[in-house]
T-cell receptor, first 115, second 118 residues
Framework: KQEVTQIPAALSVPEGENLVLNCSFT??????LQWFRQDPGKGLTSLLL?????REQTSGRLNASLDKSSGRSTLYIAASQPGDSATYLC??????????????FGTGTLLAVQP | GAVVSQHPSWVICKSGTSVKIECRSL??????MFWYRQFPKQSLMLMAT?????????EQGVEKDKFLINHASLTLSTLTVTSAHPEDSSFYIC??????????????FGPGTRLTVL
């Protein structure tokens, strides 16, 4: 059974700092991995999607890496801003069996960027 | 970009009543829709997957007779929580997979519906 874990569960940093969020998964047979942002009481916004054959993806101040063999992904946020404050979720899409549709979500990291 | 809407955004109901939540893909056709629930400070848990015109596939532990899912068209799926109880209070989020060619991996998420059962 695929399990996705995110560390830390919560993080508070001063504005301007660079930070790294971690995601680990137990089964490396994934189709892709996605990072989402969720604001309080809201739905999800997709940030980055990394295919299983890729090593990283970048969008603006965000960079996500994927090491499938070790079951890890990181989300790097450069020059953090108060507007980055949110919960960040990683999710893996399964590859095997008939379950290629499923996204398995991690436990989330609650980020607070202090002005 | 593709937009998914949910209605209502929040609902409060009495225990024992049924509540219907709608999920619509506004500017694309969704062959597959997903329903998730999220408890406070927890992650999203997949409840069921539905394909247009066919019965939904429920995840283990999710009661199909309690959480009725209908995917009647390529732009609309509904989740009905029957005989709701306080433990059903949660944040329900739907997601739709685009039918666009070359875009089969992308799921678009709705804004969620907050259900509170008194």
């Amino acid at each position: 059974k695929q399990e996705v874990t995110q560390i830390p569960a919560a993080l508070s940093v001063p504005e301007g700092e660079n930070l790294v969020l971690n995601c680990s998964f137990t089964d490396s047979a994934i189709y892709n991995l996605q990072w989402f942002r969720q604001d309080p009481g809201k739905g999800l916004t997709s940030l980055l999607l990394i295919q299983s054959s890729q090593r990283e993806q970048t969008s603006g101040r965000l960079n996500a890496s994927l090491d499938k063999s070790s079951g890890r992904s990181t989300l790097y946020i450069a020059a953090s801003q108060p507007g980055d404050s949110a919960t960040y979720l990683c999710a893996v899409r399964l590859r095997y069996g008939g379950a290629t549709n499923k996204l398995i979500f991690g436990t989330g990291t609650l980020l607070a960027v202090q002005p | 970009g593709a937009v998914v809407s949910q209605h209502p955004s929040w609902v409060i109901c009495k225990s024992g009543t049924s509540v219907k939540i709608e999920c619509r893909s506004l500017d694309f056709q969704a062959t597959t829709m997903f329903w998730y629930r999220q408890f406070p400070k927890q992650s999203l848990m997949l409840m069921a997957t539905s394909n247009e015109g066919s019965k939904a596939t429920y995840e283990q532990g999710v009661e199909k007779d309690k959480f009725l899912i209908n995917h009647a068209s390529l732009t609309l799926s509904t989740l009905t929580v029957t005989s709701a109880h306080p433990e059903d209070s949660s944040f329900y989020i739907c997601s739709a997979r685009s039918r666009l060619a070359g875009n089969t991996d992308t799921q678009y998420f709705g804004p969620g519906t907050r259900l509170t059962v008194l």
